[in-house]
């Protein structure tokens, strides 16, 4: 592997006009006006706690998040949050989907699929896509060689744990650094799994395309990299924010995600359809009370015209087939 120094070090250039004011106009299958994806972070036994072999209990993303600092040594508190999203909360959620017929992307941080027993078999029976949200939870390696292992771990428990030797083929980790979607990439090619995609991204309402990192640092082709985006504003962990930036009540989320789609759907009704994402987690929107609002969100988008609901994996099916990266390249190309 090339060594990592300021000579070697491949740094994109930043796009701030995107699509510009004319998007795609023909994105989705029989001309559906939006994709909404569901995603599901899977991340409940894989968090930061001694019983994993850490030093400290987590202190993030759990009820008590807001005044509760890390615990040295088994915080059971704390691990009981965690439980509830596996013991109640997955439940609840295959129940609700199974009764629309929908499916998610499940991103999952690959040691909890390790520690919920029949799950991940399920899962894929009940057709839901399996991606990678890590190895664990927020812990990544602090170097390439430490990234490098606990991706490969990642390969190893998830193709373990589900019984399929073709995932994972999609990622969101969250980290924002070259470097990690490089030895992605890297990884991927030793083991022979496509990368399909990678939501490590916030910047659109639409995939777009980056240049390869691989073909930057080691050469050959520049096959492109499918950025599919992630969004911070849907998504179940502002039941967790404090400071004015999250929501207490159940119809706070739904109108937060109503709003959301009445815009997107409105402009590809216009002529220039978008995505949406919804991010879940079993241990948030799965509460009983939450819940509610996510089947309410269910229902409204249910009685529109021309929505799809899909999987990371099928946007990226669609969308490869579509804008090949070899007519289309990176978005920047479209201002030259």
């Not at 640092?217 to 096959?223: A, L, N, R, T, V």
């Not at 999250?246 to 009704?269: C, I, R, T």
Request: charged content about 25%; hydrophobic content about 35%.
């Amino acid at each position: 592997m090339v060594a990592w120094n300021q000579e070697t070090f491949y740094v994109p250039p930043r796009d701030f006009v995107g699509y510009g004011l004319e998007p795609p106009t023909d994105c989705w299958p029989d001309g559906k006006k939006i994709a909404v994806s569901f995603v599901l972070n899977y991340e409940e036994g894989a968090e930061s706690t001694p019983w994993n072999g850490d030093k400290i209990s987590c202190a993030t993303l759990h009820e008590l998040s807001y005044d509760r600092p890390a615990v040295e040594g088994r915080d059971c508190m704390s691990e009981n949050f965690f439980e509830y999203g596996i013991r109640q909360g997955l439940p609840r959620l295959l129940k609700l989907f199974k009764e629309f017929g929908w499916h998610w992307t499940t991103w999952v941080c690959a040691r909890a699929f390790e520690t919920s027993g029949p799950y991940p078999k399920m899962l894929v029976a009940d057709g839901h896509e399996i991606a990678c949200h890590g190895n664990r939870w927020g812990i990544h390696g602090s170097n390439t060689a430490e990234e490098k292992a606990h991706i490969n771990k990642s390969f190893d428990r998830l193709q373990e744990a589900t019984g399929l030797k073709n995932v994972p083929t999609g990622w969101f980790i969250g980290g924002g650094s070259v470097r990690q979607k490089l030895v992605r990439a890297e990884v991927h090619k030793e083991r022979g799994v496509p990368l399909v995609y990678n939501s490590d991204s916030f910047g659109s309402d639409l995939p777009y395309y980056i240049p390869d990192p691989y073909s930057k640092i080691h050469g050959g082709k520049d096959e492109g990299m499918l950025m599919i985006p992630y969004s911070l504003c849907t998504n179940d962990h502002r039941f967790y924010v404090s400071g004015g930036a999250g929501v207490s009540a159940p119809d706070d989320w739904f109108e937060l995600m109503k709003g959301e789609f009445d815009q997107l759907y409105s402009e590809g009704v216009a002529g220039h359809p978008k995505m949406m994402t919804v991010a879940m987690h079993n241990r948030m929107v799965a509460k009983p009370g939450r819940s509610m609002a996510l089947r309410k969100f269910m229902q409204y988008i249910s009685t529109k015209p021309d929505v799809w609901v899909c999987t990371r994996s099928e946007i990226a099916k669609v969308w490869r087939e579509k804008y090949p990266y070899e007519k289309v390249g990176p978005t920047y190309d479209l201002h030259h």
